[in-house]
């Protein structure tokens, strides 16, 4: 049982770094002109913070992601290569 959950998280862990470096190599392939399509994507989230403020304790959440090709094919190749090992 234990060795089920335990790839479970490496295979969060892969996916989130496919999602990371694929959006770092997605926004880094926007400066180049043949590879701007890399880098098309679509952010959702809160536009704004919220504030919750108690008087004692003041509180902000905050969530965007943003999401691009880049990202995507590095979340694939991610799920790929936690396959092949």
């Given at each position: 049982?234990?060795?089920?959950?335990?790839?479970?998280?490496?295979?969060?862990?892969?996916?989130?770094?496919?999602?990371?470096?694929?959006?770092?190599?997605?926004?880094?392939?926007?400066?180049?002109?043949?590879?701007?399509?890399?880098s098309?994507?679509?952010?959702?989230?809160?536009?704004?913070?919220?504030?919750?403020?108690?008087?004692?304790?003041?509180?902000?959440?905050?969530?965007?992601?943003?999401?691009?090709?880049?990202?995507?094919?590095?979340?694939?190749?991610?799920?790929?290569?936690?396959?092949?090992?």
């Amino acid at each position: 049982m234990a060795t089920k959950e335990k790839n479970v998280w490496i295979l969060l862990v892969f996916i989130l770094s496919g999602i990371v470096v694929g959006g770092l190599l997605g926004e880094l392939a926007s400066r180049v002109s043949w590879l701007w399509w890399l880098s098309y994507g679509q952010s959702f989230g809160l536009s704004e913070p919220i504030t919750l403020d108690l008087s004692v304790i003041q509180l902000t959440f905050g969530l965007t992601f943003k999401i691009n090709i880049s990202s995507i094919i590095g979340m694939i190749l991610a799920v790929f290569i936690y396959k092949k090992m």
